[in-house]
């Protein structure tokens, strides 16, 4: 893409004496909000699955810009990884603020042909991973003063999406995961949501090598283009600082007006 990020920088202490954790931050959404979280003074815990290689470079950048960072393997659809997760960073950090639920996987098939193993590995992974790594976390960000969480979600949680019913039905359990809980935890700790439409990541760029299966998806977009992944880091951090104070329960759009609901 010929495109670079938004060239603003966040306020160096828009995030400062905070602890994160960004589950999935090897790259794609996770990396570019551990950087933002990193630029704004965030000490960062960059989660991944297997990219070892690519943690630690997101862990190097991170650290070049001033904070302390760690990279921790763990698969987040497990309770007892989620667990172990919370206490590495409570080991090295002493402390939680704030939980990036981006960790996701984007597989699916017609429904007749949909294996058992295909739901549940794409439920575990987006949906029962928000329980177990909340679950985790929520006992030492309650610790603090005030929290707050974001789960990375999708329009497919919205309007549904058609031979991915298993995605679907995973991003739109986080929606309703993120109200229930936005009311449980509250005053201290704020639940929200983004809803990203397309995102230009490895996730999806095998479906865009059909140049014109791409141009149907740019022209399905109002503001004709696709999100980079710095366009969701923003939101997220957005929804994570003291910018959105007054904002729990929330869902936003991230989509460039394709998908119009509130
Ligand atoms: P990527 O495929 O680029 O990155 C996925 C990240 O999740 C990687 O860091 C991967 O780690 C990690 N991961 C996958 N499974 C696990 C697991 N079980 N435990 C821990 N980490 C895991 O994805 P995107 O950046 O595109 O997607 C991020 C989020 O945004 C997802 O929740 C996705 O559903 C959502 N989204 C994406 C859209 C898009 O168009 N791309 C649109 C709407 C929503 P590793 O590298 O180690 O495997």
Same mark, same amino acid.
């Given at each position: 893409?010929?495109? +670079?990020?938004? #060239?603003?920088? *966040?306020?160096? =202490?828009? &995030?400062?004496?905070?602890?994160?954790?960004?589950?999935?931050?090897?790259?794609?959404?996770?990396?570019?909000?551990?950087?933002?979280?990193? #630029?704004?003074?965030?000490?960062?815990?960059?989660?991944?699955? +297997?990219?070892?290689? %690519?943690?630690?470079?997101?862990?190097? =950048?991170?650290?070049?810009? @001033?904070? %302390? !960072?760690?990279? /921790?393997? @763990?698969?987040?659809?497990?309770?007892?990884?989620?667990?172990?997760?919370?206490?590495?960073?409570? %080991?090295?950090? $002493? +402390?939680?603020?704030?939980?990036?639920?981006? !960790?996701?996987?984007?597989?699916?098939?017609?429904?007749? %042909?949909?294996?058992?193993?295909?739901?549940?590995?794409?439920?575990?992974?987006?949906?029962?991973?928000?329980?177990?790594?909340?679950?985790?976390?929520?006992?030492?960000?309650?610790?603090?003063?005030?929290?707050?969480?974001?789960?990375?979600?999708?329009? !497919?949680?919205?309007?549904?999406?058609?031979? &991915?019913?298993?995605?679907?039905?995973?991003? @739109?359990?986080?929606?309703? &995961?993120? +109200?229930? *809980?936005?009311?449980?935890?509250?005053?201290?700790?704020?639940?929200?949501? /983004?809803?990203?439409?397309?995102?230009?990541?490895?996730?999806?760029?095998?479906?865009?090598?059909? #140049?014109?299966?791409? $141009?149907?998806?740019?022209?399905?977009?109002?503001?004709?283009?696709?999100?980079?992944?710095?366009?969701?880091?923003?939101?997220?951090? &957005?929804?994570?600082?003291?910018?959105?104070?007054?904002?729990?329960?929330?869902?936003?759009?991230?989509?460039?007006?394709?998908?119009?609901?509130?």
């Amino acid at each position: 893409m010929s495109e +670079k990020p938004v #060239e603003i920088k *966040l306020p160096a =202490n828009l &995030f400062q004496n905070k602890t994160a954790i960004i589950t999935g931050a090897s790259r794609g959404v996770g990396r570019a909000t551990a950087l933002r979280l990193a #630029e704004a003074g965030a000490n960062v815990v960059v989660n991944y699955l +297997k990219s070892e290689t %690519e943690a630690n470079e997101v862990v190097k =950048n991170c650290e070049s810009l @001033g904070v %302390e !960072a760690i990279a /921790v393997q @763990g698969n987040v659809s497990e309770w007892q990884a989620a667990q172990v997760i919370a206490q590495k960073t409570i %080991e090295k950090f $002493q +402390k939680i603020d704030l939980l990036v639920l981006n !960790a996701g996987i984007w597989e699916g098939a017609p429904i007749e %042909e949909m294996s058992e193993e295909t739901w549940n590995k794409v439920l575990n992974t987006n949906l029962k991973a928000a329980w177990a790594m909340t679950k985790a976390c929520v006992p030492s960000i309650k610790k603090q003063q005030r929290g707050a969480i974001v789960l990375v979600s999708s329009t !497919a949680g919205q309007r549904g999406e058609a031979n &991915f019913s298993n995605y679907a039905a995973s991003k @739109g359990g986080q929606i309703s &995961f993120t +109200k229930a *809980l936005a009311s449980e935890l509250c005053p201290k700790i704020r639940v929200n949501a /983004v809803a990203p439409g397309w995102i230009e990541t490895a996730m999806v760029r095998p479906v865009f090598e059909d #140049e014109n299966y791409k $141009q149907q998806v740019l022209d399905s977009i109002p503001l004709n283009r696709m999100a980079m992944t710095d366009d969701v880091a923003l939101s997220i951090c &957005f929804l994570l600082s003291d910018w959105s104070r007054h904002i729990t329960g929330e869902i936003l759009n991230i989509n460039g007006g394709s998908v119009l609901c509130g």
